[in-house]
């Protein structure tokens, strides 16, 4: 696959209880990034990594919210304790160099909390 | 106030017709995005310019920086180009972060 990929396309989660959504980003992408796409609403910052460093998450709502790339190239985006305001579709961008450049997104996340 | 604005909200064309989509933006920026996104969530970059015009296909894109301001133009317009267009720029305070702050999209319907 040369795009960018994400899992599950779908999720639907109980209120208060913990996800993990992945993102496979193209191989050899330095820059990759989390955003949140709330319903009928353009997609929001969350998150950002240069290889496995963490360089901005300012845009992460709460502390229930983490992310980590701890290799450099697969990510994961943890929701702990998730609330029916969480629900929305979480996009996975990746790019190839550090400065501003083509971001290639993944299909998302489509999450519901009930 | 939204840092980027963009109108209309929603569009309907019919096939054959030029339209044109515009985006205005209130903060300094070092780069300007237009992507595309089907309905099922997929977001395809269109174009990525900080400056000029550029041109793919019947797609154009303009920017005018003093102004802070972008339009997308779509030519002889298909029902293939019916999805939602969004603007987004890389604010210059953004840095080597590069992310991108959106505006909330142009629902765009090409009918036959």
């Known amino acids: 696959g040369a795009g960018v990929s994400q899992s599950p396309r779908y999720k639907v989660a109980k209120r208060g209880q913990d996800v993990a959504l992945r993102c496979d980003p193209i191989?050899?992408?330095?820059?990759l990034f989390w955003y949140q796409q709330a319903l009928g609403q353009g997609p929001e910052f969350l998150t950002y990594f240069q290889n496995e460093a963490q360089l901005d998450k300012s845009g992460l709502p709460s502390d229930r919210f983490f992310a980590e790339r701890p290799e450099g190239s697969v990510s994961t985006l943890k929701i702990q304790r998730t609330q029916q305001e969480d629900s929305a579709v979480y996009l996975c961008a990746s790019s190839l160099g550090l400065v501003s450049e083509t971001q290639y997104f993944g299909p998302g996340t489509r999450l519901l909390v009930l | 106030k939204n840092e980027v604005e963009q109108s209309p909200q929603n569009l309907t064309a019919q096939e054959g017709e030029f339209i044109t989509i515009n985006c205005s933006y209130s903060v300094g920026i070092s780069a300007l995005h237009w992507l595309q996104q089907h309905p099922g969530g997929g977001i395809v970059s269109l174009f990525m310019?900080?400056?000029g015009k550029k041109k793919h296909g019947r797609l154009i894109a303009t920017i005018n920086i003093q102004e802070k301001h972008s339009s997308l133009h779509i030519t002889a317009s298909h029902p293939r180009d019916s999805a939602v267009y969004i603007c987004?720029?890389?604010?210059?305070?953004?840095?080597?972060?590069?992310?991108?702050?959106f505006g909330t999209g142009t629902r765009l319907q090409v009918t036959l």
């Open positions: 987004a720029v890389v604010p210059k305070e953004a840095g080597t972060a590069s992310k991108l702050t």
């Open positions: 191989s050899g992408h330095v820059s």
């Open positions: 310019l900080s400056s």
